[in-house]
């Protein structure tokens, strides 16, 4: 009786190690990787099914075991990525975690609608003209901004977490939501669309915070005067819109009748150049009390400018600009030849 009772143990004990060996051992019978979409309302008999069709786990009972003994757990719906092998172990739990599969689309402060088109390209999402299409078409954001000739300046910059299924349409909605969450939390009166197509100047003008406040002020004076604003950021804007910015600004550029160029037209652009961040909006909200009507950056490196009132004072800064950019260039030849 006793021989028979240690041999069932045995038994048990032997088919105890194997199923852990099974539950634990890492597996992979697929090549490349494999996507699997588990739709809402997906069973589990099912979800075991897709896995081992896959080949993702070597078998469907694998899986049902371990929801058996995690009954406590709820498995979540949504797109997985499977591409190293793994253990039916380590599979429930990430279903379990929900630890489905998305791209980060990182869209920085300053940013327009064709460097975002470009970025949603470069992951795979879809193809830049399709954002573009989305873009241009500002119906979702005219209760905002009724004046809004596209969704330039409304598709706020953050990091989103997208799913490779993801439609530029519903990019977009993502982003201006974003902006919407934003701009309620200013408590701002006035024009949106003022602000927002101020607020994308100085932030591609901005090289560091400390200078958006300043740079805004220098806007307001001169929209106050009837100044031009002689932008550069939106004569380059200009330049996209009509498909032939190659990198730098040409003469026929500043001397173009786009209206997006200041240079030759008086008053902000006809809407945003870009997509500005919330210290860009606040700045345009409240610009910094000064006399400045210009500025020019500085030959530092620093990203920060000399801001002036008179004309005379700003010839001076741009000399300063010009002698020290000369200098920090004969200084970086120097140091290239040196190194040969």
């Not at 006399?291 to 002036?308: K, P, Q």
Request: aromatic content about 10%; glycine content about 8%; some cysteine.
């Amino acid at each position: 009786m006793g021989r028979r009772v240690a041999l069932v143990l045995l038994v048990l004990l032997a088919g105890a190690g194997w199923l852990a060996y099974e539950l634990f051992q890492p597996y992979r019978g697929f090549e490349s990787a494999v996507f699997i979409d588990f739709q809402r309302g997906t069973g589990t008999r099912k979800m075991a099914a897709q896995l081992a069709e896959a080949g993702v786990i070597a078998h469907a009972w694998e899986f049902l075991l371990l929801r058996g003994i995690e009954r406590g757990r709820t498995l979540q719906a949504g797109e997985y990525r499977f591409e190293k092998p793994a253990s039916p172990i380590e599979i429930f739990d990430r279903i379990a975690r929900g630890d489905i599969f998305y791209y980060e689309l990182l869209v920085p402060e300053g940013k327009n609608i064709f460097d975002i088109a470009a970025a949603a390209s470069d992951l795979g999402l879809f193809p830049a003209a399709k954002f573009l299409i989305a873009a241009r078409d500002p119906a979702s954001i005219k209760d905002l901004d009724p004046d809004a000739p596209s969704l330039e300046g409304y598709l706020f910059p953050s990091t989103y977490r997208v799913t490779r299924h993801i439609t530029p349409e519903a990019l977009c909605r993502m982003m201006t939501s974003r902006f919407r969450e934003v701009w309620r939390s200013l408590n701002a009166a006035g024009s949106v669309h003022d602000t927002v197509t101020l607020a994308s100047l100085i932030e591609k003008e901005a090289g560091i915070a400390a200078d958006r406040p300043r740079i805004a002020s220098v806007f307001a004076n001169r929209l106050r005067i009837g100044m031009k604003l002689d932008c550069d950021p939106t004569t380059i804007y200009a330049a996209l819109l009509d498909s032939r910015y190659r990198g730098v600004i040409h003469q026929s550029d500043l001397a173009s009748e786009n209206p997006y160029n200041t240079y030759r037209h008086a008053g902000l652009p006809p809407g945003p150049i870009a997509n500005p961040g919330r210290d860009a909006l606040e700045a345009a909200l409240h610009p910094a009390q000064t006399e400045s009507l210009y500025f020019v950056l500085r030959a530092d490196g620093s990203g920060a400018h000399t801001f002036s009132s008179t004309m005379a004072a700003h010839q001076t800064a741009i000399e300063q600009y010009r002698r020290g950019n000369h200098a920090k260039n004969l200084k970086e030849a120097q140091a290239r030849r040196t190194a040969h």
